[in-house]
């Protein structure tokens, strides 16, 4: 057992002058390296806020957020720094992920620029290197958002989260913007990245179909708490909590028909 990323007794609470709410409930999970963690819930239940303490984007009330070994809490500004360089992350709504004005060359280039020293001949040839790892071509280089599909869009955001090598990627909602044969194709690429680069995966999905085909574990949040957690396989087919069967009944069944279709054909067109 190696764990990669993990949180302890974590608290979250969210406090204005009238009010206060406990977006997160003492929650502790652990994402052993090279595996795939789906974190299900209805809308409101944490999970971004969760994902958010992760990335050290959210200062939790109570509790720690450990990073390989280290308290993201206690780091300095330049470890945070470090820490984030391994860490990448994917967006729901791919098309407003990106910046509108940028090429797709630019937006994959800029956490390059960001990060690392790479620039000119180099960077260049890192970002086509990236391109092609998320089946886009040459021509989609020179390409503003608009220009492309959605689908397309979201293997730009893909290839931006992994063009700086990162150990830990997270997913909030990859798919859930693209119609099903587009979700079946990222999912695939998805699959082939993460074992390609021996990624660690959190994935936040409301579709329990994603979660089954590419999560090893699962964590099931209600109102900021984990009420059920265990291996993907066991929890979705034989839920224990009322709350997870009901999640796993509500799924659309036809939509999770024609998705299992799709992503067993493989299908290599990009769209
Ligand atoms: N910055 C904030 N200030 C106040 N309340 C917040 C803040 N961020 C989140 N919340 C509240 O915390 C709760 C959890 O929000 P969160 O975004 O984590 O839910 P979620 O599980 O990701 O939901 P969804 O599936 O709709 O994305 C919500 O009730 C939300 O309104
Ligand atoms: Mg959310």
Redesign the pocket.
């Known amino acids: 057992m190696n764990p990669l990323v993990s949180t302890d007794d974590l608290v979250?609470r969210?406090t204005?002058r009238r009010s206060s709410?406990l977006?997160?409930d003492h929650v502790s999970m652990t994402v052993e390296q090279g595996t795939s963690l789906g974190v299900v819930?209805?809308?409101?239940?944490?999970?971004?806020?969760?994902?958010?303490c992760l990335l050290g984007l959210?200062q939790p009330t109570e509790g720690t957020v450990t990073f390989d070994g280290s308290d993201i809490g206690t780091m300095s500004a330049k470890q945070r720094r470090a820490m984030r360089r391994r860490v990448g992350m994917v967006f729901?709504n791919p098309v407003m992920a990106l910046n509108p004005r940028m090429t797709v060359e630019e937006s994959v280039a800029e956490p390059l620029r960001l990060h690392t020293k790479l620039r000119g001949v180099d960077l260049r040839r890192r970002v086509g290197t990236a391109l092609e790892s998320v089946g886009l071509a040459e021509a989609h280089r020179s390409r503003l958002p608009h220009q492309i599909s959605g689908g397309q869009c979201q293997r730009v955001g893909i290839a931006r989260a992994l063009v700086t090598d990162p150990e830990l990627v997270i997913l909030?909602?990859p798919t859930s913007a693209l119609d099903v044969s587009v979700q079946a194709q990222i999912l695939n690429l998805l699959t082939d990245l993460k074992a390609e680069h021996d990624l660690t995966f959190v994935m936040?999905s409301?579709s329990i179909d994603v979660v089954r085909y590419l999560s090893d574990r699962v964590v099931v949040?209600l109102q900021?708490r984990v009420v059920e957690e265990g291996l993907a396989g066991e929890v979705l087919t034989e839920p224990r909590h009322e709350y997870t069967r009901n999640l796993v009944a509500a799924s659309p069944t036809v939509e999770s028909d024609s998705l299992r279709i799709a992503l067993s054909s493989r299908e290599e067109v990009v769209s």
């Open positions: 979250c969210f204005s709410f977006a997160l819930g209805e809308s409101g239940a944490g999970k971004t806020t969760l994902i958010r959210q729901q909030d909602e936040v409301h949040m900021g």
